[in-house]
């Protein structure tokens, strides 16, 4: 509604981040008072909104159902708009920390919309690399693949950074580097 100041923050920014988690609502902890995390998910995305005009709402409403509530409630309640995040990016981050359902921790995915773009999930391992499987002991996420270089799944990363911690020959690069 655009007596709101979330209106006007969308309106001046014309930006939005939104995150959400499915996780199980009650926290169990270990005998060392350390949560246990039962297997979950969270999605977020950031990007660049717009306001769309009634006749975008209007046109869009047949198609699509939350279109049409949104007519409803502008016919009800004249001072509501409507935003679309119309370029974007994002992140689906799967974990099983107790891998519970699979044999790693972690599956992430990134992604963009609307000509936006995302960096690589996962650090990654350069031509340094000597093979001597250190970083391999010290990824918990089963990230590391052997090999000469050793390689970084990104989808499986979480970027500690205990492999590039460990590292004696500096071959792991962090994000930014």
């Known amino acids: ?31 060392n008072n350390l949560p246990l995390f039962k297997p979950g998910y969270q999605m977020r995305v950031a990007g660049e909104v717009r306001e769309l005009s009634m006749a975008e709402v209007e046109a869009k409403a047949p198609r699509d159902r939350n279109f049409n509530v949104a007519v409803y409630d502008i016919a009800k309640y004249p001072e509501t708009r409507v935003f679309v995040l119309h370029r974007f990016h994002g992140e689906l981050y799967d974990y099983d920390y107790a891998m519970v359902n699979r044999d790693h921790k972690l599956h992430r995915e990134r992604f963009a919309f609307g000509g936006d773009a995302y960096e690589e999930p996962g650090l990654r391992i350069t031509d340094d690399c000597i093979a001597c499987g250190t970083c391999l002991a010290g990824c918990s996420f089963k990230a590391i693949v052997p090999g000469e270089p050793y390689a970084i799944l990104g989808e499986r990363c979480d970027e500690c950074g205990n492999c590039y911690h460990a590292c004696p020959a500096g071959a792991v690069e962090g994000k930014g580097e």
């Open 1 to 31: 509604m655009d007596v709101k100041p979330f209106y006007r923050q969308l309106k001046q920014s014309g930006r939005l981040a939104v995150n959400g988690e499915r996780a199980e609502a009650k926290i169990v902890f270990d005998e």
